[in-house]
């Protein structure tokens, strides 16, 4: 069965600073898809970055980026220039290739501080 | 991406009452699914809704419990029947096309059992 674990709990960063969120994961797949999504306050589920497994490229999206080491079966989230708005619960999720079923992480819930 | 609404947004119930969730989604998608996420927790599968015919259900959750139809390409319900405190929780709807992987969530239905 996969699993998927985020170490930490609750973050809080100033504004503008850079702030990375750890994932990993536990599977015997070799495809599958990885996410991060992000939960504010008014509760919406917001798919922030994807990433296919069988690409070694990191997925980049305008401030958030992944660090994908597929051997360690870590997928991390790196938000640059944080924004109050940024401040949410985050979710990692894994997915494999022939399921369609998501698996959520507990999250971490990130307080961007003004 | 998909426009994905749900009825109703948040709702206070008696136990022993049934309370019926609706998902409507903008364009005609592949996969729908019914996710609950208790207070602080993340969110857990309840089941696949399956257009046509009976919904697929994920480990620990029983139709008798959770009914969910899906008469069509758009739209679902979920049903959440015989309502205990312990049923207090939101529940999200999720959509997915065949043509990609990503899944986009409704804004969820609060529910509290008293």
Sequence with gaps: ?114 | SAVISQKPSRDICQRGTSLTIQCQVDSQVTMMFWYRQQPGQSLTLIATANQGSEATYESGFVIDKFPISRPNLTFSTLTVSNMSPEDSSIYLCSVARLDSYEQYFGPGTRLTVT
């Design chain 1, 1 to 114: 069965a996969q699993t998927v674990t985020q170490s930490q709990p609750e973050m809080s960063v100033q504004e503008a600073e850079t702030v990375t969120l750890s994932c990993t994961y536990d599977t015997s797949e070799s495809n599958y898809y990885l996410f991060w999504y992000k939960q504010p306050p008014s509760r919406q589920m917001i798919l922030v970055i994807r990433q296919e497994a069988y690409k070694q490229q990191n997925a980049t999206e305008n401030r958030f980026s992944v660090n994908f080491q597929k051997a360690a079966k870590s997928f991390s989230l790196k938000i640059s220039d944080s924004q109050l708005g940024d401040t949410a619960m985050y979710f990692c999720a894994f997915m494999k290739l022939s399921d369609d079923k998501i698996i959520f992480g507990k999250g971490t819930r990130l307080h961007i501080l003004p």
